[in-house]
């Protein structure tokens, strides 16, 4: 199993970025699919992005489409999203999660990072 440690979380303005990152330990990482999901307050977490295990294929959720970015490097054993045109609608808790395949299942989880979009 691998573990993940999220960072890159914070407080930015509406139409400002943040990059999250997401690092895994273990040498088996570039055979996982990797996702982002998040949670806001009082709602069900939701799926944000994926990526497969060779970087070749990722998918978005709707509402961050155009805006938001998947990417992996393999070498630093790293997942990054790349938020762009932030809302206040996109303040939540962050995850990155590990999976077999980009639709799931996930199999481990990081703690989480804090995005607040103020308006």
Known sequence: ???????????VQAGGSLRLSC???GRTFSS???????QAPGKE???????SWSGSSTYY??????????SRD?????????????KPEDTAVYYCAAGYGTAGPFKSWGQGTQVTVSS
Do not use: C, H, P
Request: hydrophobic residues 45%; positive net charge.
């Open 32 to 38: 996982y699919a990797m996702g982002w999901f998040r």
């Open 74 to 86: 393999d070498a630093k054993n790293t997942v990054y999203l790349q938020m762009n045109s932030l």
């Open 45 to 51: 977490r939701e799926f944000v992005a994926a990526i």
């Open 1 to 11: 199993q691998v573990q993940l440690v999220e960072s890159g979380g914070g407080l």
């Open 23 to 25: 690092a895994a330990s």
């Open 61 to 70: 959720t709707d509402s961050v489409k155009g805006r938001f970015t998947i």
